[in-house]
């Protein structure tokens, strides 16, 4: 797969929804009831982080899910991009972007959504043909007012900022119009996750889902 067709069939994706949940799920018994309640709320891309011992079997379960499209995040090294791939991943998401990743991407036609953080980033990322990227960590790399500096002199390359975006920030990021999506948490508390309260966090989803982009 080209950067190119990686970066059309991640715009494919970031357009199904305002939001995309970032979950770090620890049991894999939690994976279904969960996919189930995002999807239902109207969120149908799920980034499932490999930061668990449980996450490959987490996005296993969750790639059973009629409606859903898993991905997996935290992609480090061509080992990670493999094992997602085998668990049923669907696309991947890293939180920065070396070559050897973005050749592992490439070679399994696995369609990414490589991290960037700087305009030299961006940039790299865009000579390479990567147009669709995520801004990461979006708060701590001064928000929304940053990633629109960013859109001004690079308009071709559109975002989904993830790091620190929540609903009190999330509209500050949708009204850009550089910004496709946002990755955020707050769709999947961890206690909500725990008690398998997927009512909540169905509603959680429908608020998110509603969010109003350019």
Avoid: H
């Avoid at 991640?10 to 770090?24: D, G």
């Avoid at 109207?42 to 899910?65: C, F, N, S, Y």
């Avoid at 990567?130 to 629109?148: D, I, S």
Wanted: glycine content about 10%.
């Amino acid at each position: 797969m080209t950067p190119e067709a990686a970066s059309a069939e991640a715009e494919k994706l970031c357009r199904l929804a305002p939001v995309i949940p970032v979950l770090v799920v620890d049991d894999a018994a939690q994976a279904e009831g969960l996919a189930r309640a995002l999807v239902k709320g109207g969120l149908p891309v799920l980034e499932v982080t490999l930061r668990t011992p449980a996450a490959l079997d987490v996005i296993r379960e969750m790639a059973k899910v009629e409606g859903g499209v898993v991905g997996a995040g935290t992609l480090l090294t061509p080992k990670d991009v493999q094992n997602a791939v085998d668990a049923g991943a669907k696309f991947g998401v890293s939180p920065g972007a070396t070559d050897t990743v973005l050749s592992a991407c490439e070679e399994v036609g696995l369609p990414l959504l490589p991290g960037a953080a700087t305009s030299s980033e961006v940039m790299r990322l865009l000579e390479r043909g990567y147009t669709v990227q995520k801004f990461f960590p979006a708060e701590a790399n001064g928000g929304a007012p940053a990633l629109k500096a960013i859109g001004a002199p690079i308009p071709q390359v559109k975002f989904c900022p993830t790091g620190g975006v929540s609903m009190s920030n999330v509209t500050d990021y949708l009204s850009l119009s550089n910004v496709m999506c946002c990755g955020g948490s707050w769709v999947a508390p961890k206690d909500r996750v725990a008690s398998g309260d997927w009512d909540a966090i169905e509603a959680l989803a429908a608020e998110a889902a509603a969010l109003p982009r350019p």
